[in-house]
């Protein structure tokens, strides 16, 4: 499994766009990165998952370099409810059972 | 749709005795992985089953944890006996196995074992 290395934490104020890096210098060919989010006492939650370039989705957008060596979580205009931890996951591509190892994640505090 | 349930939420037991944690995945989804996080620490691989069959048990701590899945719906992970270091939040999650590159895993709010 490819390790990855992210901030331990970080802060930001309302309304602002925050970016979270992601290394991860030996994924492989068939890796996926995925980004989970997780609130206290709750279980991880799935944000999004890309293979390169950018993708987008109602939460989130992932940029990943050509590369792919690196990845990151943007996530725009933060509120208060966003303060969470972030992990950053590569998956292996080839199907079916993915063994996920999770880090300490980045612990995104939000300020008023 | 219902996402993956765990049951109970929180579970204090005292050292030596049995806890059975309950899963129950997402409807379809035929993997069905079992994590815990003790206090401090990383969250941590414990098992994988496809269906009923355990594909993958490298991560159970001791032979003191016996998980199940018959019939490859819910899934069960027994302690017996519980030591203190078993105190952590342990999550379930499942996937579909589709077949494409990668599925995602969902996973369940967790239960809190407190061992005293």
């Known amino acids: 499994l490819a390790k990855t290395t992210q901030p331990i934490s970080m802060d930001s104020y309302e309304g602002q766009e925050v970016n979270i890096t992601c290394s991860h210098n030996?994924?492989?060919?068939?890796?996926?990165i995925t980004w989970y989010q997780q609130f206290p006492s709750q279980g991880p939650r799935f944000i999004i998952q890309?293979?390169?370039t950018k993708v987008t989705n109602e939460v989130a957008s992932l940029f990943i370099p050509a590369d792919r060596k690196s990845s990151t979580l943007s996530l725009p205009r933060v509120s208060l409810s966003d303060t969470a931890v972030y992990y950053c996951?590569?998956?292996?591509?080839?199907?079916?059972?993915?063994?996920?190892?999770f880090g300490i994640g980045t612990k995104l505090q939000v300020i008023p | 749709e219902a996402g993956v349930t765990q049951f109970p939420s929180h579970s204090v037991i005292e050292k030596g005795q049995t806890v059975t944690l309950r899963c129950d995945p997402i409807?379809?989804?035929?993997?069905l992985y079992w994590y815990r996080r003790v206090m401090g620490k990383e969250i941590k691989f414990l098992l994988h089953?496809?269906?009923?069959?355990?594909?993958?048990e490298s991560g159970m701590p001791n032979n003191r944890f016996l998980a199940e899945r018959t019939g490859g719906t819910y899934s069960t992970l027994k302690v017996q006996p519980a030591e203190l270091e078993d105190s952590g939040v342990y999550f379930c999650a499942s996937s579909l196995n589709s077949g494409l590159s990668t599925d995602t895993q969902y996973f369940g709010p967790g239960t809190r074992l407190t061992v005293l």
């Open positions: 030996n994924i492989a060919t068939n890796d996926y």
């Open positions: 996951l590569v998956f292996k591509g080839s199907g079916g059972y993915q063994k996920v190892t």
């Open positions: 890309g293979y390169k």
């Open positions: 089953f496809v269906k009923e069959s355990k594909q993958d």
């Open positions: 409807s379809g989804h035929d993997n």
